[in-house]
């Protein structure tokens, strides 16, 4: 079966350090990878999104980043973080299939102090 | 713009009860749905989909109807039981040039079942 690890679950930095947010996949190969934030209130907003190893779209424009150096494994950063990047972050998978439903991490709590 | 939206941001049911959470949205190229469940500081779990080919779909408990003419979907849950107090998110996606499943969610509906 497949599952997907997220890490840290929370994480607290002041403004203008940087930041690294790791996701892995495993138990599928080439899947669709995302990361997606929740603000306090708000949705989930689509940050970025591969359909491939070195295939990065990103959604928003923003102070973050995000890399996919292996098939099964995301990793979304910045050099500087604002207080705005605070949020709820998750990592999901889904299959190269339409109507694929994604498969979520359990998320990092970001605080930007 | 926000293309899929859930007007209710809470809703309080009776346990037993049934639970009917609605999903509204704009998007006329949204061909596939979906509804995921989240507790807090958890990831969302999908719960159940429908195509836009059918108007309805049924796992267990969970029903979810879908009226295009309207761009209308709800989940029904019956009965309602205390572990599904969660927040529900509504989702839509359609193929786009890669294939690829960007959905775009809902604000969400905090559902408190009352014992």
């Known amino acids: 079966s497949q599952t997907i690890h997220q890490w840290p679950a929370t994480l607290v930095q002041p403004v203008g350090s940087p930041l690294s947010l790791e996701c892995t996949v495993e138990?599928?190969?080439?899947?669709?990878l995302y990361w997606y934030r929740q603000a306090a209130g708000r949705g989930l907003q689509l940050l970025f999104y591969?359909?491939?190893?070195?295939?990065i779209s990103s959604e928003v424009p923003q102070n973050l980043s995000a890399s996919r150096p292996q098939d099964r494994q995301f990793i979304l950063s910045s050099k500087k973080l604002l207080l705005s990047d605070s949020g709820f972050y998750l990592c999901?998978?889904?299959?190269?299939?339409?109507?694929?439903?994604?498969?979520f991490g359990n998320g990092t709590r970001l605080t930007v102090t | 713009d926000q293309q899929v939206k859930q007007n209710s941001p809470s809703l309080s049911v009776q346990e037993g009860r049934i639970s009917i959470l609605n999903c509204d949205y704009t998007?006329?190229?949204?061909?596939?749905f979906l509804w995921y469940k989240k507790y807090p500081a958890e990831g969302p779990t999908f719960l159940i989909s429908?195509?836009?080919?059918?108007d309805k779909n049924e796992d267990g408990r969970f029903t979810v109807f879908l009226n295009k003419s309207a761009k209308h979907l709800s989940l029904h849950i019956v009965p309602s039981q205390p572990g599904d107090s969660a927040v529900y998110f509504c989702?839509?996606?359609?193929?786009?040039?890669?294939?690829?499943?960007?959905?775009?969610f809902g604000t969400g509906t905090r559902l408190t079942i009352i014992p």
């Open positions: 999901a998978w889904s299959l190269h299939r339409v109507g694929s439903p994604l498969h």
């Open positions: 138990g599928t190969s080439n899947p669709n």
């Open positions: 591969s359909v491939g190893i070195g295939q």
């Open positions: 998007n006329s190229m949204f061909d596939y």
């Open positions: 429908i195509s836009s080919i059918k």
């Open positions: 989702a839509a996606g359609g193929e786009t040039n890669f294939g690829n499943e960007k959905l775009t």
